[in-house]
């Protein structure tokens, strides 16, 4: 995969300016190609802060004061030695570091190649590296605390400790195959089968969070659609008037001026206004007509909003339908008007849907609004402590376990013999050893840590 | 000091693995001398009087598979046969025999007189003659017991010296050196070995003692019958219909328990007398009680050592307390209070060579020609040795002739797995197999043990004609058996029809069910009826399975095929943790995949060699 016996270096505080930039050194010539550049009169101290100047060229002039860290290996981010060099966050002087550190002999770190190293070297194993990303990329408090969470070692425990279960089924039913006829038994049927189900159930309720854990990871998409004049874009401001989430310009990404993303009690959502789409000439309207309309489709939630002091009109009604089969929160706007039409006459609406009458400028409207689209956003997940398992890899591989513990189960039950049920077991441990990285698989590496940023 | 011409091969020691070595070897063309102190002590059984046992079974049939002698041997002189985990899927059932020690010797000893390649040399070897890095032959002890007699010419040269390096034994506080009780020690050959710089260590080992059968009223015991239908050992026997006898079975009680404990410290086992570190898998009696001390019982049966002999051997009652107090012990057994002990039972301890010194083959990695086999790598079992002689003898056979090093993968067979696990991680206390040893274990069964090593021995030129027609024969039957399971169709539970193969699938039926049924029709032949069937039902009960199996092999196969430099150096590569160089650099890796398999070498570590490896 990657290189590993050279030295790295990369900026790792984020792009633009900023009071501090900090660039990050590591491996086996780290420390030497720290003293290339700085302007020390004698070698640093490990892990002690060192106030120093650094220079634009190994014997260059100096160009910034630095403070730089040595951290000896193995007690560094990546387990190899590491030096780091806080400067001033100008983007051009981080740079001016960064190309005298490769003219002493650095190299330019790939993206995810430090938490790889890490990773590499027993620092973390692949659930935390992985965390590692989340953590950087969080948008909300919840998320940062789930992703820390699982850098802590949340996940790691949860899935050690069924691991640790399997393991030991495993041993007793190898002792009962190796000793066949001293009479020492290790495991009957019945045993098996309810240990097999209490590893089962483990797994599931690992599971069971994950819908909402994957929810606070990856987020979710409202869509607002209506007919002109309604109020969506009084919805919209007002919903993002509240907690905002923090979001950032990633490089090659466009930033949509019709989306914002707030935190809807602690995950992420984008709500998308389609205000305006209808404002526009022909020619334009079509596409724009066009663009709602795959809004709509790849939207997990949709907000339809519809004007309570008027009549339904055609396109309300062709929203309505249009919307019928998708997860919807319907919002009839301007309650402070008489209305002109109620919920139960309309065909369209169903009993099942969510319908709400507010006044868009009452901020007590607007938090039952918030309230009842953040229960939509979250389905049937309800709500809990922050769950282990976030990850769309960790989920697929835990559920790839349950079906082979199931499998196991319904073969135990089946009075299965033992060679073929310690082979289902084998199986479910592996997969446990994929999600930890344990045993790695190339191309699943380089996907996670190439989605890394360069720097991490 | 005169020499003679050279040998091709000399073999150290006649045990099984000694015996299996010179066989492979002569087989392949080479002219063979085998050492031993006395023509009486060929093939001998100084433990257990069976072959065979859970994953033990499998390895003589693999070991026949291939053409050595271990399977033909049992076969016609078991006293009693039987397939163990009957009550568990084919990949697990292992046949066991009891033996005549005598009668089995005797066998080996006459099918090896009918391979004029292999010449017997009586004596004792003193020296390993090595110049430079290489083997070139032997120096025998002269007639008082010391160094300097006559001088013997090899190109390759096997050890098999067995437990016989600086052996001691224990009876109580009775220390006597010896090999086993009765035979002195290798005093001199363990020097030379040493002094060529090889890893030791120490391991002990133990046996029960010997009880008269005379003064045994075996009415009162439990009775232990063999099969109705054995199963054998050997590809090519054709038939099993020997009568068996019975072998006979009791429990240990509290008495037993309490003699022990009230004497342990008599015991050379438990006060440190010994420093050899013992077998977990054969506990003396001793460990058994001390460290189960919750079980109110533990079995113990009678076998004869061979029909006309009197000695009956206690299986299960392994100890090396005084003589006077296994004499109690036996008496305290329930229905043995008169029972004679002809010999006491004792510990013996050894030398081993740790096997991480050796490749595959069992070749040294220091000295050219130099091979290993045996307990003498750390291993216990006389299955288990003669699995490796076997490889050592094809090996030396293989260089003698200049061709290419044969080494059977894990995934090949138990005698690859046996192999791979001592040369990588080396023996902390005496190796036994198991099946769950072998990660391809449904694929590795003793059913299919013929085709899975035949044509690798027939290319070897290891298989003879008449097994390699036989084998021949069995293969096109087994073709043909598949194609009827898939192409007939039988009537299962609800009337309904299906092929047999889609009804063969289901857990509640049994090729044998459909057979009787009458709709389906298979081959088999006598002595091989049960194999033939076997393996037709394994290949679709466990067809899924299989698969799976065999798409793990296929991912391993990346790691096993990157074969690491001999001269790769580990000291200095950066992400390498001291404790990892350290344990690559002391068992040298062939492979990736070995070195995956060495404990204390990480995924992580495995990943920057490859990375090294691949530019």
Same mark, same amino acid.
């Given at each position: 995969m990657f290189v590993r016996d050279d030295t790295i270096v990369a900026i790792s505080t984020p792009p633009g300016q900023g009071g501090i930039g900090v660039v990050r050194l590591s491996g086996q010539a780290a420390k030497t190609i720290a003293n290339a550049v700085l302007c020390l009169d004698r070698d640093l101290k490990p892990r002690y802060a060192t106030l120093t100047q650094v220079r634009d060229s190994p014997g260059g002039r100096p160009i910034d004061q630095v403070v730089a860290t040595f951290f000896p290996r193995p007690n560094s981010y990546t387990g190899e030695d590491v030096v780091e060099l806080s400067g001033h966050g100008s983007p051009v002087l981080l740079r001016q570091i960064v190309s005298a550190t490769i003219a002493a002999g650095a190299r330019l770190a790939e993206p995810g190649e430090f938490t790889f190293r890490g990773y590499l070297n027993g620092q973390m194993d692949l659930v935390q590296a992985e965390a590692v990303a989340d953590l950087v990329a969080s948008v909300t408090p919840l998320q940062a605390r789930a992703a820390f969470d699982q850098l802590d070692g949340t996940m790691t425990d949860a899935i050690g400790e069924?691991?640790?279960?399997?393991?030991?089924?495993?041993?007793?039913?190898?002792?009962?195959?190796?000793?066949?006829?001293?009479?020492?038994?290790?495991?009957?049927?019945?045993?098996?089968?309810?240990?097999?189900?209490?590893?089962?159930?483990?797994?599931?309720?690992?599971?069971?969070?994950?819908?909402?854990?994957?929810?606070?990871?990856?987020g979710s998409q409202a869509v607002i659609v209506g007919k002109p004049n309604v109020g969506k874009s009084t919805l919209f401001n007002q919903l993002c008037g509240g907690p905002r989430a923090i979001v950032t310009d990633v490089p090659g990404t466009t930033r949509d001026l019709l989306t914002e993303t707030i935190d809807l009690s602690g995950i992420p959502v984008t709500l998308v206004d389609t205000a305006g789409v209808r404002e526009t000439s022909d020619r334009v309207e079509a596409e724009g007509v066009q663009r709602t309309r795959g809004a709509i489709d790849s939207a997990t939630t949709i907000v339809l909003v519809l004007d309570g002091s008027k009549p339904l009109e055609l396109d309300d009604r062709s929203l309505l339908v249009e919307t019928q089969s998708d997860r919807r929160l319907i919002v009839i706007s301007k309650r402070d008007l008489p209305s002109e039409w109620v919920p139960a006459d309309e065909t369209e609406i169903a009993t099942s849907d969510d319908v709400t009458a507010v006044c868009l400028l009452d901020n007590k409207d607007v938090a039952v609004v918030r309230e009842k689209l953040s229960f939509l956003v979250e389905g049937n997940d309800a709500k809990r402590d922050v769950p282990a398992v976030t990850n769309l890899r960790h989920i697929e591989l835990l559920r790839r376990a349950d079906s082979t513990l199931e499998q196991a189960l319904k073969s135990a039950r089946a009075g299965v013999t033992e060679e073929l049920l310690l082979t289902e077991l084998g199986d479910a441990r592996r997969t446990f050893e994929e999600i930890s990285g344990v045993r790695p698989d190339d191309a699943v590496l380089r996907r996670i840590f190439e989605s890394f940023c360069i720097g991490k | 000091m005169t020499t003679t011409s050279a040998f091709d091969v000399i073999v150290i020691g006649a045990g099984h693995a000694g015996v299996e070595a010179a066989w492979s070897a002569a087989t392949m063309g080479c002219r063979v001398g085998i050492c031993t102190l006395s023509a009486d002590t060929v093939a001998h059984m100084p433990c257990n009087p069976a072959i065979g046992g859970t994953a033990k079974g499998h390895l003589v049939r693999e070991i026949d598979a291939l053409g050595g002698l271990m399977g033909l041997a049992i076969d016609t002189t078991g006293l009693q046969f039987k397939l163990l985990n009957r009550s568990r899927g084919p990949a697990v059932w292992s046949p066991r025999a009891q033996a005549d020690k005598r009668v089995y010797a005797a066998r080996v000893a006459e099918l090896m007189r009918q391979q004029p390649n292999i010449e017997w040399v009586l004596g004792r070897v003193g020296r390993l003659l090595v110049k430079g890095y290489s083997v070139v032959g032997?120096?025998?002890?002269?007639?008082?017991?010391?160094?300097?007699?006559?001088?013997?010419?090899?190109?390759?040269?096997?050890?098999?010296?067995?437990?016989?390096?600086?052996?001691?034994?224990?009876?109580?506080?009775?220390?006597?050196?010896?090999?086993?009780?009765?035979?002195?020690?290798?005093?001199?050959?363990?020097?030379?070995?040493?002094?060529?710089?090889?890893?030791?260590?120490?391991?002990?080992?133990?046996?029960?003692p010997r009880l008269d059968r005379r003064s045994i009223d075996f009415s009162r015991f439990d009775q232990s019958l063999g099969d109705d239908s054995p199963v054998p050992f050997s590809f090519m026997t054709e038939s099993l219909d020997r009568p068996q006898i019975v072998c006979h079975s009791l429990y240990t009680n509290q008495r037993v328990h309490d003699l022990v404990r009230d004497n342990i410290q008599r015991s050379p086992l438990y006060n440190g007398q010994i420093e050899g570190i013992g077998p977990r898998y054969c506990p003396s009696l001793e460990d058994k009680v001390m460290r189960f001390p919750d079980r109110e019982r533990h079995q113990v049966l009678l076998e004869p050592e061979g029909v006309g002999m009197d000695e009956i051997y206690v299986n299960g009652f392994s100890m090396s307390l005084p003589a006077a107090i296994q004499e109690d012990l036996v008496h305290a057994l329930p229905g043995l209070q008169d029972a004679v002990v002809m010999r006491s039972g004792y510990a013996v301890e050894y030398d081993f060579v740790q096997p991480t010194e050796l490749r595959r083959t069992y070749e040294s990695k220091t000295i050219r020609g130099l091979f290993m086999a045996g307990q003498i790598n750390g291993t216990s079992g006389y299955e288990e040795a003669a699995a490796q002689g076997l490889i050592a003898g094809i090996n030396a056979a293989q260089q003698v002739k200049e061709e290419a090093p044969f080494v059977l993968?894990? #995934?090949?067979?138990?005698?690859?797995? /046996?192999?791979? &696990?001592?040369?990588?991680?080396?023996?902390? +206390?005496?190796?036994?197999? =198991?099946?769950?040893?072998?990660?391809?274990?449904?694929?590795?069964?003793?059913?299919?043990?013929?085709?899975?090593?035949? #044509?690798?021995?027939?290319?070897?030129? /290891?298989?003879? &004609?008449?097994?390699?027609?036989?084998?021949? +024969?069995?293969?096109?039957? =087994?073709?043909?058996?598949?194609?009827?399971?898939e192409e007939t169709t039988v009537s299962v539970a609800e009337g309904k029809r299906v092929r047999a193969s889609q009804a063969l699938s289901r857990p509640d039926i049994s090729l044998e069910t459909l057979l009787e049924q009458g709709e389906l029709r298979l081959e088999s032949v006598d002595g091989c009826h049960a194999f033939d069937l076997w393996s037709v039902e394994a290949e679709f009960k466990y067809s899924g399975y299989l698969k799976r199996q065999n798409a793990n092999i296929k991912q391993a196969q990346k790691l096993e095929s990157l074969a690491i430099p001999e001269r790769f150096v580990y000291t200095g590569m950066p992400g390498l943790s001291r404790e990892v160089v350290e344990r690559l650099n002391e068992t040298r890796p062939e492979t990736l995949g070995q070195a995956s398999r060495i404990a204390g070498v990480t995924a992580a570590a495995v990943a920057i060699i490859a990375g090294r490896l691949s530019r």
């Open positions: 069924i691991d640790e279960s399997v393991f030991d089924l495993i041993v007793r039913l190898e002792a009962s195959l190796d000793f066949p006829d001293e009479g020492y038994h290790f495991a009957n049927q019945e045993t098996v089968i309810s240990n097999l189900q209490a590893i089962a159930t483990s797994v599931k309720n690992l599971l069971d969070g994950a819908g909402h854990g994957r929810l606070i990871r990856e | 032997v120096e025998l002890e002269d007639d008082s017991g010391n160094t300097g007699g006559q001088e013997l010419q090899a190109t390759t040269v096997i050890v098999t010296t067995g437990t016989f390096l600086n052996g001691l034994t224990h009876v109580g506080s009775e220390q006597k050196a010896a090999g086993r009780v009765g035979e002195p020690p290798s005093h001199h050959l363990a020097e030379s070995l040493k002094a060529l710089g090889f890893r030791w260590g120490r391991l002990k080992t133990g046996t029960p993968e894990r #995934s090949d067979a138990y005698i690859g797995v /046996l192999a791979d &696990d001592l040369t990588t991680r080396g023996c902390l +206390e005496p190796y036994r197999m =198991f099946t769950s040893r072998a990660e391809y274990r449904l694929l590795l069964r003793i059913d299919n043990a013929d085709l899975r090593l035949t #044509s690798k021995g027939r290319d070897i030129g /290891l298989v003879g &004609d008449r097994r390699w027609k036989r084998f021949q +024969e069995r293969q096109v039957r =087994f073709k043909r058996n598949v194609r009827a399971v």
